[in-house]
């Protein structure tokens, strides 16, 4: 061969006795065929032959794998993000004149998604309690072919009755789908609980560092693989080696990151809930979480994400208190080493049935710190908030008088 030739042709050197315990990072687009025949039966080469990189390569399918069995289910896929996993598990199953049954307490960008794209498609859109499976019963019909879960829900933690809401939706032969980002598949496997497709926001626990973004959908049969595989391919969707290689390592220490992450927050939980300041802690271990009934017969564990309720004179000081963290940085994408919070409005995200409460709840993300360093960082952000509120009192008073 040339030297021009030799340059780009990459010579096979042998890997006999090289066995390492991970996958190497393949990086391909073009994927070459022995001959011409080869090439021209590629399609016949079934859901997990090699055809294409977007189609995926030997180490999305690792991962793909790894999922599949924690899932339960029959086949994975890769996508670009969490929310790319969510609209991609509706999208192949719905169509004009159809309807779909999301939960309220969904994960906002789904609602948008729900409400903009499937809408615009002739989708017809409605929202659920996820804490009534008759008001689902009541908005269910021969049209809806979807029901949308997500437990906890997003941000307030409701823990819904899945067995109970996969009953309702085969009674009218729709799909069930669940995004299970919160508890993971180590805390919960939707698929031997009702549900059809199972999707993960890889970016927060499982890939565990805040450095990637990714999704899964996991189908729990056979005749789901194709419908999902075909649109992906049509919309062009798929991830990088170079990314899923990271969610590989991150992968690995899951177990123990998330073990630690929900027996500190228990933990936390349990002073934060102590302080007069605190109207109440959501987690779904907490027996006043709604659901926590679902959430012992159901889950296996908990995890490091909660929220916090303040009593009304608090409300107006949490942000300017927030600043008093030294150790949790203030941010949205939980599920990393770092701890974070971010404080959230809900109103404006429940439509099926009004938040009840205020349209302020702090989430708090627990992380991999010294334990001892995040309690001092609660108490310097209560303590603010206990001055903030006695400062503001006398002014209250004040107000009253004249
Ligand atoms: C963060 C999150 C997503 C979206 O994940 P991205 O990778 O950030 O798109 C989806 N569902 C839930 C419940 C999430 O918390």
């Not at 055809?51 to 991962?63: D, I, K, N, Q, V």
């Not at 899964?216 to 693989?225: G, M, N, Q, Y």
């Not at 992968?251 to 123990?256: C, N």
């Not at 107006?316 to 409005?345: E, Y």
Request: net charge negative; with cysteine; hydrophobic share 40%.
């Amino acid at each position: 061969m040339d030297d021009l030739t030799q340059c780009v042709v990459t010579p096979s050197v042998s890997t006999e006795g090289f066995d390492p315990l991970g996958v190497a990072v393949h990086r391909a687009s073009t994927i070459v065929f022995k001959d011409a025949a080869a090439y021209e039966s590629r399609g016949q080469r079934g859901h997990q032959g090699y055809s294409y990189g977007l189609y995926g390569t030997p180490t999305t399918r690792t991962l793909e794998e790894m999922l599949t069995r924690l899932e339960q289910g029959a086949r994975t896929f890769l996508v670009p993000s969490g929310q790319a996993a969510n609209a991609m598990a509706v999208l192949p199953f719905l169509s004009k004149g159809d309807k779909i049954l999301v939960v309220d307490t969904v994960y906002p960008p789904m609602r948008d998604f729900a409400l903009r794209d499937l809408a615009r498609l002739g989708v017809a859109v409605d929202f659920y309690d996820p804490m009534s499976p008759e008001d689902l019963e009541r908005r269910l019909d021969s049209r809806t072919k979807m029901v949308w879960c997500e437990s906890p829900g997003s941000t307030t933690m409701e823990v819904q009755d899945l067995p109970r809401i996969a009953a309702l939706a085969r009674s009218v032969g729709a799909l069930v789908g669940c995004d299970n980002t919160w508890a993971t598949p180590l805390n919960f496997k939707p698929l031997l609980h009702g549900a059809d497709i199972v999707t993960e926001a890889l970016t927060k626990y499982i890939s565990g560092h805040s450095d990637v973004l990714m999704g899964s959908i996991t189908v729990k049969d056979e005749s789901l693989i194709e419908p999902v595989r075909g649109l992906m391919g049509r919309y062009g969707i798929g991830v990088s080696s170079d990314d899923t290689s990271l969610v590989l390592r991150g992968i690995e220490t899951l177990g123990v990151r998330l073990k630690h992450s929900a027996e500190v927050a228990s933990r936390l939980m349990d002073r934060i809930a102590a302080h007069p300041l605190v109207d109440g802690v959501l987690h779904p271990s907490r027996p006043a979480c709604p659901g926590h009934e679902f959430w012992k017969r159901d889950f296996l564990g908990g995890s490091g994400v909660f929220s916090v309720l303040f009593k009304p004179e608090a409300l107006q000081h949490v942000s300017a208190a927030l600043d008093r963290f030294r150790v949790f940085a203030i941010g949205a994408s939980w599920g990393g080493t770092r701890s974070l919070a971010a404080p959230m409005p809900i109103k404006r995200h429940r439509t099926a049935k009004e938040w009840p409460g205020d349209d302020l709840l702090l989430r708090l993300s627990v992380g991999l710190e010294s334990e001892d360093e995040l309690a001092a960082d609660i108490v310097r952000f209560l303590s603010e908030l206990t001055l903030r509120v006695a400062e503001a009192a006398p002014e209250l008073e004040r107000g009253r008088v004249s």
